[in-house]
């Protein structure tokens, strides 16, 4: 699933776009192999023995509940994550038949940090996690791919208009609310 281009603002682009690390879906995929097995081997084990029939049946409907509950759904929730980075916002989007999302305008952030376990370092990905000026609780993008790379770019994309001094008190270039529009 692709972000759309008619989500943007007018100037705005996409800087990064990402799924969450194909980690985040390895236990489902081996629960899918490993329920394909099983069956396989139940279907062989009951026709050798002459059991063959509703048995086989019941395995096979069996293991369709396990691949759908286990190993669809899953899926789906991964294909249906997205995280994109534009050049004014940070974009998150998920959702099956629900959607839900959450957009934050990077003059907004003010704290960017990432967490790796050892698992993550082993798979090359990691927690990405983003405070902004709000009462809301921080962001936490799970599994991201590389993280370190995007975290830097993200802080790249944040200190792009930065004049170096504290908070001054002034709005972004191009912020509606500036008065040197």
């Known amino acids: 699933m692709a972000f759309s281009a008619k989500h943007l603002a007018r100037g705005e682009q996409i800087d990064l776009e990402m799924r ?3 980690k985040a879906i390895s236990f489902p995929l081996l629960i899918a192999v490993v329920t394909v097995v099983i069956a396989l081997a139940g279907s062989i084990w009951f026709s050798e023995k002459g059991w063959s029939g509703w048995l086989t049946l019941a395995l096979w409907i069996l293991a369709v509940i396990v691949l759908c509950a286990f190993v669809l759904l899953p899926v789906l929730r991964w294909l249906t ?6 050049n004014r916002r940070l974009i ?3 959702g099956i038949v629900n959607k839900s999302g959450r957009d934050i305008p990077l003059y907004r952030i003010n704290d960017v940090s990432y967490e790796k376990s050892l698992l993550d370092r082993i798979f090359g990905c990691g927690t990405l996690v983003i405070h902004d000026a709000t009462e809301q609780a921080g962001v936490r993008l799970h599994d991201v791919p590389h993280v370190e790379e995007v975290q830097v770019r993200l802080n790249e994309l944040l200190f792009q208009h930065d004049d170096g001094g504290d908070d001054d008190g002034t709005f972004p270039p191009g912020d509606p609310r500036s008065p040197h529009r």
């Open 20 to 22: 969450t690390h194909i």
């Open 81 to 86: 994550t997205i995280y994109v980075i534009t």
């Open 92 to 94: 998150t989007r998920r």
